[in-house]
């Protein structure tokens, strides 16, 4: 209970923020909060048919989520929507669906069932951990999407860490990774080139990439400790303050609500973190705890990217604040996962008893 509190306290946040950054009454404030209410609305069907069906259900389905989810990846690369130089949208209907959000889900399923069925203590293991995961990153790289790419290797860090591998692999995959760091550089597009460069110094681009940041400071910074009040945020209402209701939604919340709204904030966040790891400790199944450290990795790296990059200490990815940010694919995907470790919960609570 106290996980779906502290998750649904953070998505009514999410609405109340969504709300103020589109301007408020009357303006696209409110067609974002709507459309955001709805989709909260549409993923508690698939929340309480999890919990209906259980954990081990859905992990028995693991391999053909996943098929699915490479699937839907392979689709949106030959046939997406193209927003903001990535190719990550499907259109179905009046919704669009970003595939590469549920594919958090299904990685976090099949891996935690691979490497709980094939431990990654030997390097046969280890590897063939890796050579699961691989598809769904490379596919999500090529969009390209590197935020998300980031998102899934972390993920995946997290996976081998909690199902036993030993520190010579994982500090090898750590050395390799680094080493592969120049390389890397030449292969990024230039606009991400340009971010990373205006995350050193924001005055490389100041009316262009760097202008975001900038701007996302001084937003920021103008919260002072109490806030300017609701609705009451010059940076997003004077629209000097891009994606207001997305990337830099901390900014908008930071500067209405002040040091002390930002407190209350992570507060909840700490409660969620906490609630999950309870739960992992106590679930009986380890594929459970590899699961449920999985996707707790996942919200906590995109909630430190988010809050990092609106604050100018950290790269801008595009990353979206789990819960808060305006985003259907982003809400029905986390509220999934919700689902799944309260299911691991309850069930938890029958052994007990």
């Not at 490479?70 to 970003?98: C, D, E, N, R, Y």
């Not at 790419?149 to 010579?168: D, E, H, K, N, Q």
Request: proline share 5%; charged share 10%; hydrophobic share 55%.
């Amino acid at each position: 209970m106290l996980l779906f509190l502290s998750a649904f306290a953070l998505i009514a946040i999410g609405l109340v923020v969504i709300y103020s950054a589109g301007g408020g009454p009357g303006t696209r404030g409110s067609m974002f909060a709507a459309k955001q209410f709805v989709w909260t609305g549409i993923s508690m069907i698939p929340f309480f048919i999890i919990l209906g069906k259980g954990f081990s259900k859905l992990m028995e389905w693991s391999y053909m989520i996943y098929f699915i989810s490479l699937t839907l990846l392979v689709v949106v690369l030959v046939s997406g929507a193209s927003v903001k130089g990535a190719q990550s949208w499907l259109s179905i209907g009046p919704f669009h669906l970003q595939p590469s959000e549920i594919g958090k889900i299904s990685l976090a399923l099949v891996l935690s069932r691979h490497l709980c069925r094939y431990p990654p203590n030997t390097l046969s293991g280890f590897l063939g951990g890796l050579a699961v995961a691989a598809p769904a990153a490379f596919l999500v790289l090529l969009q390209p999407d590197l935020g998300s790419t980031l998102v899934y290797c972390f993920m995946v860090f997290i996976a081998l860490i909690t199902s036993g591998t030993p520190w010579r692999y994982t500090g090898t995959l750590i050395a390799c990774s680094l080493g592969m760091l120049p390389i890397a550089w030449n292969f990024l597009k230039g606009y991400q080139k340009l971010r990373l460069m205006v995350f050193l110094n924001p005055a490389v681009d100041p009316l262009g990439a760097g202008y975001n940041v900038i701007q996302s400071r001084i937003a920021v910074g103008s919260g002072g400790f109490l806030g300017k009040g609701f609705l009451q945020g010059l940076q997003s209402k004077l629209h000097f303050l891009p994606e207001p209701h997305t990337d830099f939604i901390f900014s908008v919340f930071a500067e209405e609500f002040g040091f002390l709204g930002t407190v209350f904030l992570l507060a909840i966040f700490g409660l969620l973190f906490c609630r999950m790891i309870s739960i992992a400790i106590k679930a009986k199944d380890q594929r459970a705890k590899v699961f449920i450290s999985m996707v707790a990795g996942w919200i906590w790296f995109q909630t430190v990217e988010s809050i990092g990059m609106s604050m100018g200490i950290l790269p801008v990815t595009g990353l979206p604040l789990p819960f808060v940010s305006y985003g259907g694919s982003s809400l029905l995907a986390i509220i999934i996962a919700i689902g799944l470790i309260s299911s691991v919960g309850l069930s938890s609570v029958k052994m007990y008893e």
